[in-house]
Nanobody, 122 residues
């Protein structure tokens, strides 16, 4: 009923930038918080950033000052701007959202995108 589709991952050198996008589609009643996670090889998945419906952001300490999360509610889309990338940012980045489908408007579910690879070389 609700799908998240990510794009924008790729390969960059240290110090470079990428912009990740995640568009929600399907029979959606509402979308609450939207998040970006990442998972490096051999590591647990970690929360990178979250943005409330009104645009209030929160960031992991490791990315503060370098990454910016935003959203466009009219497009049901969240973005993650990755600046001054470091090799340790290399990971699969996953979009995540709490949303209520149109068929069950009083119930929120957590949805995940398929992930997009970000590789940062030194």
């Amino acid at each position: 009923q609700v799908q998240l589709v990510e794009s924008g991952g790729g390969w960059v050198q240290a110090g470079g930038s990428l912009r990740l996008s995640c568009a929600a589609s399907g029979s959606i009643f509402s979308i609450n918080v939207m998040r970006w996670y990442r998972q490096a090889a051999g590591w647990q998945r970690e929360l990178v950033a979250a943005v409330s419906r009104d645009g209030t952001p929160n960031y992991a300490d490791s990315v503060k000052g370098r990454f910016t999360i935003s959203r466009n509610n009219a497009k049901n889309t969240t973005y993650l701007q990755l600046n001054n990338l470091k090799p340790e940012d290399t990971a699969v980045y996953y979009c995540n959202a709490d949303a209520a489908p149109d068929t069950s408007r009083s119930t929120q579910y957590t949805y995940w995108g398929q992930g997009t690879q970000v590789t940062v070389s030194s």
